[in-house]
């Protein structure tokens, strides 16, 4: 048996509350190890004050814009860390303003101010983030096209490995003018800085190298330990090792001792005064610009790891709107305290799901140990070499690239290509090749556009899935042979068209006139609405209007997997149409509406199921029977008036007896193992049909339950009777016997073709 959720466990005592602290203590230093590298990206611009810079700003980054997810809530889990995404955006930012001459001809080189814009920046990015959230725009990652998203991580992870690169050869160079570094162009950095020392130092690398080999080793050995944390931890050891042992070995920078005070709520303070002002203005363009490019890509990375993570492992529903409100207030924050841009990381609220039912309690002590690392841990910290982390930095960039990517690439790989796998492929390689060329900013815009060109080509796909009519599809109520007749011979009056997708502004027009076109002819149209994922207003003003056109021309349409309940009922509802007290054209599933259509095209035949009860010669058990025969099978039938709702046997009682059906309907049904508690239809019975005879026959259980629809009349014939009949009458029994295998070779033939009906054709 697996081990309950930590949602699950009963909360409460010393041992709840010790498992929390000692799960925030081992978070906090897993977090530890995923932020301070990007204390390497975010001011790598700004030369010697660089790292320290970088190292206050992700600190108060996760301290306090974790806080504010603790505080504010908004997500699955509180979890509101800095982000490889947006601190990439962010350095390119930070670079532009190092770049600027006449902030470098600044007495204090510009440093100060580049410090008070930068906070600036994250504090608009915020206030957009929110603002999207106010404009419930939260749900606007599930219609990002996938490729897209895989082009940003996948170009994201090679602009990283690049710009880590100098780290891990040891040919990084502190220069106040190394504006180059920022995401956008990683690849020239790069290169800029292998060659400024013209050399790399041979035990740099290698202590990179071992790094890796030991977060690998670690996931690959315990997936579920803190194996960036343990690469860290040894690296760092090694180095240590290798430094007291042989201290001339150049082992590169380490990380330096910092300020070891909590940052203060004074990043803005500049904007009281009139230079502040006069520099904000002067700037403002490039300030926008960068705080709405932040906003996106922190929005779009909290949204789709809470889709990823929230609605898969941990099965828990969450709210975006609300989640780009508390991540914008958490920007807000983290820029006001001078850190640097936060988002929602899904990776660290999974590892808080699985050490502990307290989640905002871990979330605090996570933050304690972070504040009580950055004012008392400068001793541990030192140790720390630049190399360690920028390995640690490579495997979060390889990290990065897409699970859907990966498989993509291994269809390329088996040559499984398709016009789908091409265009996916060419969607990744344009949007990874310009995050790498031109940055983020660039690659957003970019995805954006692709984004609306693939919107364009969805409103132009056609949304009928497939069409059927009643000759090729039936309902799975079981009619007499002559209604069964009837019906596939009207069977081009029934049409049921599948949809698929969103019938909105963009689908709506065309979806009216395909069905206009494939109504011709037909009493009934049905829309199976069941792979619909959206109804907007002119979509549900459509559905009305072709309701009306169709009733016009003599037809009536069926609306099925549709109800006042759910969500597309309800968008129809709120559109202000079908506005009648009851909806008797909508209906549960696609087979209720096929039986409704076919049972009114009896009516109108005159050839629907009358009150008459059927005579015991009608049946085709009897088949062939002697009025005598039958008057002698009279005393072994067992005859039942049963009313509606009754229920005739349940999955699971022994069968001892088969059922003639004289009057009324009988409906089968089974569990649904989609939805627990509810039962699905699997045929409904007319006069005239017999069920139950292969448990008798098999002396077996029943696999299925019947329910008496209205009330019925049937005859039953039990195992017992059946063994009388063949002791004193075995000619008798044998023909009953013969009657009731052609009765089953019938099912098998209707299933046959069932099956047939509804496979896909081979490739």
Not at 250 to 272: H, I, T
Not at 627 to 636: D, Q, V
Request: with cysteine.
């Amino acid at each position: 048996m697996s081990e309950p959720a930590a949602h699950d466990r009963p909360a409460g005592g010393l041992g709840d509350i010790a498992r929390g602290l000692g799960s925030g203590a081992t978070l906090s230093m897993v977090l530890l190890a995923r932020m301070l590298p990007l204390a390497l990206i975010a001011y790598g611009a700004l030369g010697p004050v660089a790292v320290e810079s970088g190292m206050r700003a992700v600190f108060a980054a996760a301290i306090f814009g974790n806080l504010t997810m603790v505080a504010l809530g908004g997500a699955v889990l509180p979890n509101e860390i800095p982000r490889a995404s947006t601190v990439l955006v962010f350095a390119t930012f930070v670079a532009r303003l190092a770049g600027d001459p006449q902030l470098q001809g600044l007495p204090s080189g510009g440093i100060p101010e580049i410090l008070f814009l930068a906070s600036l920046c994250i504090v608009l990015s915020g206030i957009i983030q929110a603002g999207f959230g106010l404009l419930r725009l939260g749900s606007i990652a599930r219609f990002v096209p996938y490729p897209v998203v895989a082009g940003l991580m996948t170009g994201l992870a090679i602009s990283l490995v690049f710009y880590e690169l100098p780290h891990i050869l040891g040919t990084h160079a502190e220069a106040a003018g190394e504006a180059g570094a920022a995401a956008g162009h990683a690849v020239e950095a790069g290169a800029a800085h292998a060659g400024a020392h013209g050399a790399w130092q041979p035990w740099v690398p290698a202590i990179a190298l071992f790094t890796m080999a030991v977060v690998v080793f670690v996931s690959l050995k315990w997936p579920n330990a803190p194996s960036k944390l343990a690469g860290m931890v040894v690296g760092s050891g090694i180095a240590a090792l290798l430094h007291f042992f042989a201290p001339s070995v150049e082992l590169g920078e380490r990380l330096p001792a910092g300020s070891g005070v909590l940052p203060a709520p004074d990043a803005l303070l500049p904007l009281l005064s009139a230079p502040g002002i006069e520099l904000v203005l002067a700037h403002a363009y490039d300030i926008f610009v960068a705080a709405f490019v932040i906003a996106v890509v922190g929005s779009l990375d909290s949204l789709l790891a809470a889709v990823g993570e929230a609605d898969g492992p941990l099965d828990e529903g969450h709210q975006p709107n609300r989640l780009l409100v508390t991540v914008g207030l958490g920007n807000v924050v983290a820029g006001l305290f001078g850190g640097v841009p936060v988002a929602y990381s899904s990776e660290e609220a999974l590892r808080e799901e699985r050490f502990s039912a307290h989640k905002a309690f871990v979330s605090v002590v996570t933050t304690g140990t972070l504040v009580l690392l950055l004012v008392y841990g400068g001793a541990v910290l030192r140790q720390i070499p630049l190399a360690v982390l920028a390995a640690v930095m490579i495997l979060i960039a390889v990290s990065l690239v897409d699970r859907w990517a990966g498989a993509t690439l291994q269809r390329v790989r088996r040559h499984q290509y398709d016009r789908e796998l091409t265009l996916n492929l060419l969607l990744v390689l344009i949007v990874a090749g310009v995050t790498v060329a031109f940055g983020l900013v660039a690659a957003v815009v970019t995805g954006l556009i692709l984004s609306m060109a693939l919107f364009i080509a969805v409103m132009n796909r056609s949304l009928v899935r497939g069409v059927s009519t009643g000759e090729t599809r039936a309902s799975r109520r079981v009619y007499p042979p002559e209604q069964a007749s009837l019906l596939r011979a009207q069977g081009q009056q029934i049409k049921l068209l599948e949809i698929d997708g969103a019938i909105f502004f963009g689908t709506a027009d065309r979806l009216g006139a395909e069905v206009q076109r494939v109504a011709a002819g037909a009493r009934f149209v049905i829309l199976d609405l069941r792979r619909v994922t959206l109804i907007d207003a002119s979509g549900a003003l459509v559905l009305e209007r072709m309701s009306r056109r169709l009733r016009e021309d003599g037809a009536r349409l069926l609306l099925a997997h549709l109800s006042e309940a759910s969500p597309l009922g309800r968008a129809l509802l709120g559109a202000g149409v079908f506005t009648e007290k009851h909806h008797p054209d909508w209906f549960v599933d696609s087979d209720r509406a096929l039986e409704f259509a076919e049972r009114q095209l009896l009516q109108e035949a005159r050839a629907a199921t009358t009150s008459r009860e059927m005579r015991i010669g009608e049946f085709a058990l009897m088949a062939g029977l002697s009025a005598a025969e039958l008057e002698f099978m009279k005393p072994y039938l067992d005859r039942q008036l049963l009313p509606a709702g009754a229920t005739l046997f349940h999955a699971g009682d022994t069968g001892d007896r088969l059922f003639l059906l004289s009057r009324g309907a009988v409906s089968v049904v089974a569990e649904d193992p989609s939805a627990v508690g509810r039962s699905r239809r699997i045929v409904t019975l007319a006069p005239g049909v017999i069920f139950g005879e292969s448990a008798m026959l098999e002396r077996g259980t029943h696999s299925v339950t019947a329910i008496a629809e209205e009330e019925i009349v049937l005859y039953s014939l039990s195992r017992k009777h059946l063994d009388a009949i063949r002791a004193a009458n075995r000619e008798l029994y044998e023909r009953l016997l013969l009657n009731l295998l052609d009765h089953l070779a019938g099912l098998l033939r209707v299933t046959a073709g069932t099956l047939r009906e509804s496979s896909d054709p081979l490739a």
